[in-house]
């Protein structure tokens, strides 16, 4: 490990994201020189905190990677879209969260439990893009059966907290939950409906398959972090009243027999994974325990009796955190370490 400290930039820093971002560079003790806050002119001069410091906020232009190293980017897909490959051009390399990138051939999409050695693609484009939260978690603990099972087929449901839209989705929910218990009028602008008290069957836009582009993101970033182009995935994913974590249900068919005590131990041991469950004290993954963490939760395990080889799994984590901002810093850490 070098010695080396870097001038980092983030992109969308009064965000959600943007903001876990600059307290995971606090937290792991990043080989920060200096840190850049950028953010749209909404919120320029504002005080952001790091390490003590207070750095005011700065409008993203063009001109705003000259002598920046490192790039984490949460502000939205048409901004990553516009600006990143101006990073790039710069001689920045990008850890880009939005979906602008992800698909892109020339971008490695990275979860550095599955697959680090992609971060080694970022010098096609100096982009390397970090993958949808739902995917993130999913893969993190179906990778290391795949590797012992061989998985064919995933079914996938989520239930998805508000905080992934962003910091205006967790205001809706406060303000309408809030609205609700006092017998007053509730407001909606962030969802096309209520999400308090309610579920809505409906994350990112709607595609012409009938599946929503969440959906699809799942089937797709999947395969590619996983290195299965051929891996069946369906998705459907679901928005609850819940601000931090998603859960998701996950049924799993392997080529080979995947008993329950095993798959269980194979979890025990792998990176990024805690297995909870023990269903005779009532322990099994929350999303209140997984939120402010950084491991998967995966509890639930058990037969699918349905079929020869199957398993069904119950995996939580926090999305902001292991869904977003961590899995970009880790690999930060990857790139400062190996090849920075
Ligand atoms: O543009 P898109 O693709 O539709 O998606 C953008 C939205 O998705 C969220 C993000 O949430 C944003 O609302 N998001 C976060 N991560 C995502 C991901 N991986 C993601 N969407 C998809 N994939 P957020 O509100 O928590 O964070 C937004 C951050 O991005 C900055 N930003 C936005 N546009 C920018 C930009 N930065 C540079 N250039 C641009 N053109 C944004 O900074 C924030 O850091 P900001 O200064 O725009 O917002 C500061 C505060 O202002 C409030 N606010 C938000 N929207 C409005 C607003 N106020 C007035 N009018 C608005 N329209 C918020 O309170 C925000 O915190
Ligand atoms: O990263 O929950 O592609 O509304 C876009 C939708 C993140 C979550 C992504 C949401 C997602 C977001």
């Known amino acids: 490990m070098g010695s080396k400290q870097f001038h980092v930039a983030v992109v969308g820093a009064t965000g959600a994201v943007g903001n876990q971002m600059i307290a995971c560079l606090e937290e792991t003790n990043f080989p920060v020189k200096r840190l850049t806050m950028l953010a749209s002119s909404r919120s320029v001069g504002r005080p952001l905190r790091f390490r003590g410091d207070s750095i005011e906020v700065q409008e993203l232009t063009e001109r705003s990677f000259k002598g920046i190293d490192i790039a984490l980017f949460s502000a939205g897909g048409s901004t990553s879209e516009t600006f990143a490959p101006m990073a790039a051009q710069d001689g920045c390399v990008v850890i880009d969260n939005s979906s602008a990138w ?24 100096g982009i390397i893009a970090n993958p949808n939260c739902s995917t993130i ?57 209520r999400i308090a008290f309610n579920c809505l069957p409906h994350i990112d836009k709607f595609l012409d398959n009938g599946y929503t582009k969440e959906e699809m993101k799942m089937v797709n970033e999947t395969r590619k972090i996983m290195e299965a182009p051929a891996l069946a995935v369906t998705a459907t994913t679901v928005r609850v009243p819940v601000f931090f974590s998603h859960s998701e249900s996950v049924n799993v068919e392997t080529e080979r027999p995947c008993p329950p005590e095993e798959v269980r131990q194979v979890l025990a041991t ?16 929350l999303a209140t325990d997984a939120a402010g963490q950084d491991l998967t939760l995966v509890g639930r395990i058990r037969r699918d009796e349905s079929v020869p080889n199957g398993i069904n799994l119950w995996i ?24 920075l």
């Open 102 to 125: 992800r698909m892109d051939p020339q971008v490695p999409l990275v979860v550095p439990e599955v697959n680090p050695h992609a971060v080694a693609q970022y010098t096609q484009k």
């Open 137 to 193: 978690q999913m893969v993190v603990a179906l990778n290391p059966i795949h590797q012992t099972f061989r998985i064919r087929r995933v079914v996938v449901s989520t239930y998805q907290s508000v905080s992934g839209t962003g910091k205006k989705a967790i205001d809706e929910l406060f303000n309408q939950t809030r609205a609700m218990i006092n017998f007053l009028d509730v407001e909606r602008s962030v969802y096309p409906h």
């Open 270 to 285: 792998a990176p990024g994974v805690r297995v909870v469950d023990d269903p005779s004290q009532n322990r099994y993954p």
């Open 316 to 339: 939580v984590a926090d999305n902001i955190r292991k869904g977003a901002a961590t899995n970009a810093v880790q690999i930060g850490q990857i790139l400062t370490q190996t090849y």
